[in-house]
T-cell receptor, first 113, second 116 residues
Framework: KNEVEQSPQNLTAQEGEFITINCSYS?????LHWLQQHPGGGIVSLFM???GKKKHGRLIATINIQEKHSSLHITASHPRDSAVYIC???????????????FGQGTILTVHP | NAGVTQTPKFQVLKTGQSMTLQCAQD?????MYWYRQDPGMGLRLIYY???????DKGEVPNGYNVSRLNKREFSLRLESAAPSQTSVYFC???????????????FGEGSRLTVL
């Protein structure tokens, strides 16, 4: 079982729709990252969070430490949001941070006009 | 702002050739990393450097060497390239004070390497 699971793996939406991508992890973490990668492009960090909620423009990221779950929401989606969204966590086990970032497999989002 | 700059962006090698991927960051970050990205495998850590003068192996270090030349620069060397090293390579840096992988990550544009 992967330590970081993302769902869905693929997501297709119409422009304007509200989008949610989920990330679940199996052990304690020190931080969770949401990354964005456009086709053939580089990787951009969207959020880093360890508790609560962060918002940047149309993007919102939330994390529930007790449930070991994070969500990335996109409001009023646009075709330029089409990209791969990657969840990554820095895991803790036995009270010690591994200092190792573990990545989910990514969610491929396609937004149609 | 340049952020993280890596070169070259594209490279084709023959099996057995050597090459070095260069990476530099201008954000005064302590930690730097090299990842490879393969279809269906996600990002995998090759080597990292938590601070100037230190380097450590990640998940997939075999066939690679690294040098943390100074705080700005972290290079990745393939001594004898193999087709299994065909991949997209990303350099990244972070400025977290508590240790590596604790700050926001900044990535380079990627280097697409093909080994024939």
């Amino acid at each position: 079982k992967n330590e970081v699971e993302q769902s869905p793996q693929n997501l297709t939406a119409q422009e304007g729709e509200f989008i949610t991508i989920n990330c679940s992890y199996s052990v304690g973490i020190s931080a969770l990252h949401w990354l964005q990668q456009h086709p053939g492009g580089g990787i951009v960090s969207l959020f880093m969070l360890s508790s609560g909620k962060k918002k940047h423009g149309r993007l919102i990221a939330t994390i529930n430490i007790q449930e070991k779950h994070s969500s990335l929401h996109i409001t009023a989606s646009h075709p330029r949001d089409s990209a791969v969204y990657i969840c990554a966590v820095s895991l803790i086990a036995g009270g010690t941070s591994y200092g190792k970032l573990t990545f989910g497999q990514g969610t491929i989002l396609t937004v149609h006009p | 702002n340049a952020g993280v700059t890596q070169t070259p962006k594209f490279q084709v090698l023959k099996t057995g050739q050597s090459m070095t991927l260069q990476c530099a960051q201008d954000m005064n970050h302590n930690s730097m990393y090299w990842y490879r990205q393969d279809p269906g495998m996600g990002l995998r850590l090759i080597y990292y450097s938590a601070s100037e003068g230190t380097t450590d192996k990640g998940e997939v270090p075999n066939g690679y060497n690294v040098s943390r030349l100074n705080k700005r620069e972290f290079s990745l060397r393939l001594e004898s390239a193999a087709p299994s090293q065909t991949s997209v390579y990303f350099c990244a840096s972070s400025g977290g004070l508590a240790g590596f992988h604790t700050g926001e990550l900044f990535f380079g544009e990627g280097s697409r390497l093909t080994v024939l």
